[in-house]
């Protein structure tokens, strides 16, 4: 399949999803892992479909703009990847992937894990958790740890893990890279996710304003709300192509090489996820916040996910240092080609 022919599919599946549930969509979980799409990237050999980033971006981008409420990103591109690099072959559940701070979790002598882990995406839905240990991959069985239960501001699973002399299921080789790479990778989903959100938040104020009648026309005639809709639409146009682009590089490169572009992506797409729901929020008034309305799905997540796979202020430092240690004209090359 074509990364078209993936988001083709990804739109049919979301389109029959529960916007008004809460938690883990069982139902539509089955529905991908039968696709192929919770493992769209793993390798054939270990039980994934063997697609590229560029079939990813249109998954995560199309589940971003559904609302899914899936660890699709964790499954794959960060726990399925990991588990790629060490050839180990994951379960058939639920799979999630967290990196950890290195002075709450550590690795004992006797090859055992102590310590917290914190807001791990779905870890109460997890069969299987993947940790980043300073340099190298970390699994083990859900069932082993304690789960306390939190949330992000979407009401998206971020749970705490508490690991209590847990031995690990598999333990992979010292990779200096690991802890970037999947940072990137973090950031790239997480910029895919948020450029399908905003395009839906921008729709979903526009198609309000051409049915809201005031003063005998609809709010979308005057001339007030065309330019904050105008604005919010090229918000939603630039978090897509920024993001695209930052896929298509990674796609032909590696994620490593395409460092400078998945940072700006995530930049980016975070910026336009403030504009836009900002101005979808005024457009609609107060009806846009409460429960009932489908808009909150999108921009509690804009919000929720601006701060997480790096936040905005992180990857516009992170982008600062490496210009700051570059001379000028290798800075420029590096901005013009993105890496």
């Known amino acids: ?65 559904a609302a899914a409420r899936l660890p699709l990103l964790e499954s794959d591109l960060l726990a399925g990847w990991a588990l790629d690099r060490i050839g180990f072959e994951p379960d058939r559940g639920v799979s999630t992937a967290a990196p950890t701070e290195r002075h709450l979790v550590g690795l004992d002598s ?68 690991l802890e970037h790479d999947f940072a990137l990778r973090s950031a790239l989903g997480k910029s895919l996710m948020m450029a399908g959100a905003v ?47 930052a896929a298509r590089m990674a796609d032909d490169l590696d994620v490593t090489s395409a460092a400078w572009a998945i940072a700006s992506a995530k930049v980016r797409s975070g910026l336009a996820a403030s504009t836009a729901s900002k101005i979808s929020h005024q457009v609609m008034g107060a009806i846009g916040f409460t429960r009932e309305h489908h808009l909150r799905l999108y921009t509690t997540r804009l919000w929720a996910w601006r701060a997480e796979g790096g936040s905005t202020a992180h990857w516009s430092r992170w982008l600062g240092t490496q210009v700051d240690c570059r001379g000028p004209s290798e800075a420029w090359a590096s901005v013009v080609a993105g890496k």
């Open 1 to 65: 399949m074509s990364g078209n022919d993936v988001a083709d599919l990804s739109d049919q599946i979301f389109s029959r999803s529960d916007r008004n549930g809460t938690g883990f969509d069982t139902e539509l979980w089955k529905v991908c892992a039968d696709s192929g799409l919770t493992r769209l990237t793993g390798r054939e050999e270990l039980g994934g479909s063997g697609g590229t980033l560029l079939d990813a971006s249109g998954l995560l981008a199309s589940a971003g703009g």
């Open 110 to 177: 006797s090859g055992v894990l102590h310590g917290r882990v914190r807001r791990v995406p779905w870890a109460r839905d997890a069969t299987q958790i993947i940790f980043v240990l300073e340099d190298r991959t970390v699994v083990v069985d859900a069932r082993d740890v304690r789960i306390d239960g939190g949330a992000n501001v979407a009401e998206e699973p971020r749970d705490d893990v508490v690991l209590e002399a847990v031995r690990p299921v598999a333990v992979g080789p010292v990779d200096p890279e």
């Open 199 to 245: 395009e839906t938040a921008v729709d979903v104020a526009t198609q309000y304003a051409t049915e809201r009648v005031q003063f005998g026309r609809p709010i979308a005639r005057l001339q007030v709300i065309q330019q904050m809709l105008a604005i919010a639409a090229g918000e939603a146009m630039a978090a897509g192509i920024a993001a695209q682009a």
